[in-house]
């Protein structure tokens, strides 16, 4: 019952309101420490929309807070937003590319998808983003490049450069989760939220922060792109070339495109670039690395976008290319000397266990979530 309320996006308090009952009693029932009533029980069915034998079947949620999926292989995660009992985070991915990922790795996002909206709920937090997730905007190289500026203005930041891009997406409201994922399985994954406006983003734990924060931005241009295209009512069917190895736009290389715009808008590369006055013929290794600092990117990234904006020689590219890639098969991709960016993750998380713990001391629900995080590999 309380999974159910939950897919359907109520607050205990918002769902005893509708049944006409004080929250205390609502509280009990969930919990198990009191049995409703017939009447109830039809009533309650009645204010979630659904049969009274939803509240009896296995996969209709009663699982979902004792550590096992519900409502099929991904819990509140769905191939399509199609479930029963509510609208589901659907799985950010093309039809193809959901068909290559495991049922464990699905059951795994759904675990966890499931203990943040009880997190949520328990912690009275809201749980929209701030940043809009549907933005209109041509699927072209030049239709990324200026949505990321825009998404960079609705955050507020424009062109300037910033430290923490991790805390500025949490502070926006999204769920971003540092976790463990199968190694054959991907590093990341996202899941849209519909019905809250909202999405969960799913970033492997072991990476270094560079590529972790990355990642994170690729996967916000991945639910541009999804969201875009479900809009258009249209496959990604673009043949624009979208970088300088010459390879045609899709929704993998477009989220790429804009992960690298968004992280490094051209203006601010220029201005870190001309403020030391340095020309492209000057660049060095150890130049490289203390710019690309400024930017939470890898030296690869940086080099790469140094290259785009033809603000270094090609031959210079070139060998400092090497070098960054002899390093990397040495350290198994680690980033080099001490230009290492530190990220802290599941802050939001975090938050949300305090919160939960202070508003509702001694509930074994956050037990539940606690140990739920701990087996998959979630460190707050």
């Not at 049944?19 to 009693?25: A, V, Y």
Request: charged share 25%; glycine share 8%.
């Amino acid at each position: 019952m309380r999974a159910i309320r939950r897919r359907r996006h109520l607050s205990q308090v918002e769902f005893a309101r509708r049944l006409d009952m004080r929250p205390g009693p609502v509280s009990n029932i969930e919990r198990g420490h009191n049995l409703p009533s017939a009447p109830v029980l039809c009533n309650m069915a009645e204010v979630l929309d659904v049969p009274v034998d939803a509240f009896f079947e296995s996969g209709g949620g009663a699982k979902m807070m004792s550590g096992e999926a519900a409502g099929g292989p991904g819990g509140y995660v769905a191939a399509a937003a199609d479930d029963s009992l509510g609208p589901a985070a659907e799985l950010v991915r093309s039809g193809s590319e959901r068909a290559e990922i495991a049922d464990e790795t699905l059951r795994k996002l759904g675990r966890l998808t499931d203990s943040v909206l009880a997190l949520e709920d328990l912690a009275g937090a809201r749980k929209s983003a701030t940043v809009p997730l549907r933005l209109p905007f041509v699927f072209s190289v030049e239709g990324l490049r200026e949505l990321a500026g825009s998404v960079r203005r609705i955050l507020g930041v424009s062109e300037a450069v910033i430290f923490d891009y991790l805390e500025l997406l949490e502070n926006a409201g999204l769920r971003i989760i540092f976790c463990t994922l199968e190694e054959d399985g991907g590093q990341s994954f996202s899941c849209y939220d519909a019905a809250n406006a909202n999405a969960v983003i799913f970033i492997h734990s072991e990476l270094n922060a560079e590529r972790q924060l990355f990642l994170l931005l690729y996967e916000l241009g991945r639910i541009y792109c999804f969201t875009r295209l479900r809009d258009l009512k249209t496959p990604c069917q673009a043949d624009e070339v979208v970088d300088r190895r010459g390879k045609p736009l899709n929704e993998h290389r477009a989220a790429r495109f804009f992960a690298g715009q968004f992280l490094m808008p051209a203006s601010a590369v220029r201005n870190s670039v001309h403020q030391l006055a340095i020309k492209p013929q000057e660049w060095t290794y150890t130049l490289l690395l203390r710019l690309k600092h400024r930017f939470g990117v890898s030296a690869e990234s940086f080099l790469y976008r140094l290259g785009e904006l033809e603000l270094i020689r090609p031959e210079l590219e070139r060998d400092i290319k090497h070098r960054i890639e002899l390093h990397y098969r040495e350290t198994d991709y680690s980033e080099p000397d001490s230009s290492q960016r530190i990220l802290t993750p599941n802050g939001r998380l975090g938050d949300l266990l305090v919160r939960a713990k202070e508003r509702c001391p001694g509930a074994e629900e956050i037990s539940v979530i606690e140990r739920t995080f701990k087996s998959l590999g979630v460190t707050c």
